[in-house]
């Protein structure tokens, strides 16, 4: 099946440093990605929706210029979590679409745990 | 806007015991609706769907009915294994919107 993989799994940052995340689709093409957002005991909360060659369009309430998404191929989208704070720190999941003419499944990356000091 | 309500965990059952995860939803129009499991470590998993009312979407002997009048799509599985430990998602898809909506995740701990 498809499959994406998250780098890195985990990463501790000080505060006003950067940080980025890549997100990549392993073994199919995907024009579509999305970045996601999860608390403890928190549902997922779509934060973006990145189309290769094209800006972000963001969720409402999600700074972009604070969280920079990037989706220079078909198979790699990245996050930057630019001037970090501990407030910042939470788990970000990743997935990627299907291409138009498929099923338009979302496949999930395992996650990237973020942690602000 | 879209929403789902699941029930919250955690649940702790004992191996071949039956496994109810309720899930309820609100949405505009006729949304498809899934569940998916993130086991331990790893990324979310699509564990079964139903894009329409009266559906019956069924894998690895989980099973889920789209019922459209009580706005539901509770989990069942029969006998419930070790392997079945994991973090379960109800979600929804809203027409038009390919954005999925996440409840707020059960967890399941299944022991021998």
């Known amino acids: 099946g498809a499959v994406v993989s998250q780098h890195p799994s985990w990463v501790i940052c000080k505060s006003g440093t950067s940080v980025k995340i890549e997100c990549r689709s392993l073994d199919f093409q995907a024009t579509t990605m999305f970045w996601y957002r999860q608390f403890p005991k928190q549902s997922l909360m779509l934060m973006a929706t990145s189309n290769e060659g094209s800006k972000a369009t963001y969720e409402q309430g999600v700074e972009k210029d604070k969280f920079l998404i990037n989706h220079a191929s078909l198979t790699l989208s990245t996050l930057t979590v630019t001037s970090a704070h501990p407030e910042d720190s939470s788990f970000y999941i990743c997935?990627?679409?299907?291409?138009?003419?498929?099923?338009?499944?979302?496949?999930f990356g395992p996650g990237t745990r973020l942690t602000v000091t | 806007g879209n929403s789902v309500t699941q029930m919250e965990g955690p649940v702790t059952l004992s191996e071949e015991a039956f496994l109810t995860i309720n899930c309820t939803y609100t949405a505009t129009g006729y949304p498809s609706l899934f569940w998916y499991v993130q086991y331990p470590g790893e990324g979310l998993q699509l564990l079964l769907k139903?894009?329409?009312?009266?559906d019956k979407g069924s894998n690895k002997g989980f099973e889920a009915t789209y019922r459209k009048e009580t706005t539901s799509f509770h989990l069942e599985k029969g006998s419930v294994q070790v392997s079945d430990s994991a973090v379960y998602f109800c979600?929804?898809?809203?027409?038009?919107?390919?954005?999925?909506?996440f409840g707020k995740g059960t967890l399941l701990t299944v022991n021998p």
């Open positions: 997935s990627a679409r299907d291409p138009p003419g498929s099923s338009y499944e979302q496949y």
């Open positions: 979600a929804l898809k809203g027409g038009s919107n390919y954005k999925l909506t």
């Open positions: 139903a894009t329409k009312a009266d």
